[in-house]
C-alpha cells in the first residue's frame, strides 16, 4: 500500500512560480514511477508530467513543455513539480499517482494509488 500527499498548492499570479509535492508513504519509494495529473472544472482529468523510478526518464503533456519540471528525491520519498510561467488555464486541482510497472506512463488508468489533491489556482 502507498499513500500519497501533495503540498504546495495555492493562489498564484500568472507568470509567477509555484512548486508542489508529493510525500509518499508505504512502499519502497524508488520502486515507483510517479506521475502528476490535474483536472478542472468540468473537465476529465489529465496528464500533466511523470517521472520514472529512478528519474531518467521524464514526460510531459505539450502545453506544460518548457514551463513546469518534474524531479523527485529519493532519499526524502518526495516527488515535485516546479510550475514557471503559470498561466490561468493551468488552474485546477493537481493530483501525484504513483505504480510500479515497468515504464512509466500518460494514462491514468496505469497508476494504483493517488493523492488527495491539492488546489492550484493562477490568475490573470
Known amino acids: 500500500q502507498v499513500q500519497l500527499v501533495e503540498s504546495g498548492g495555492g493562489l498564484v499570479q500568472a507568470g509567477g512560480s509555484l512548486r508542489l509535492l508529493c510525500a509518499a508513504f508505504?512502499?519502497?519509494?524508488?520502486?515507483?514511477?510517479i506521475g502528476w495529473f490535474r483536472q478542472a472544472p468540468g473537465k476529465e482529468r489529465e496528464f500533466v508530467a511523470v517521472?520514472?523510478?529512478?528519474?531518467?526518464?521524464?514526460t510531459y503533456t505539450d502545453p506544460v513543455k518548457g514551463r513546469f519540471t518534474i524531479s523527485r528525491d529519493n532519499a526524502k520519498n518526495t516527488v515535485y513539480l516546479q510550475m514557471n510561467s503559470p498561466k490561468p488555464e493551468d488552474t485546477a486541482v493537481y493530483y501525484c499517482?504513483?505504480?510500479?510497472?515497468?515504464?512509466?506512463?500518460?494514462?491514468?488508468?496505469?497508476?494504483?494509488?493517488w493523492g488527495q489533491g491539492t488546489q492550484v489556482t493562477v490568475s490573470s
Open positions: 499517482a504513483a505504480d510500479e510497472a515497468f515504464s512509466p506512463s500518460r494514462r491514468g488508468t496505469t497508476y494504483d494509488y
Open positions: 508505504g512502499r519502497a519509494f524508488s520502486n515507483l514511477n
Open positions: 517521472i520514472s523510478r529512478t528519474a531518467s526518464t521524464t
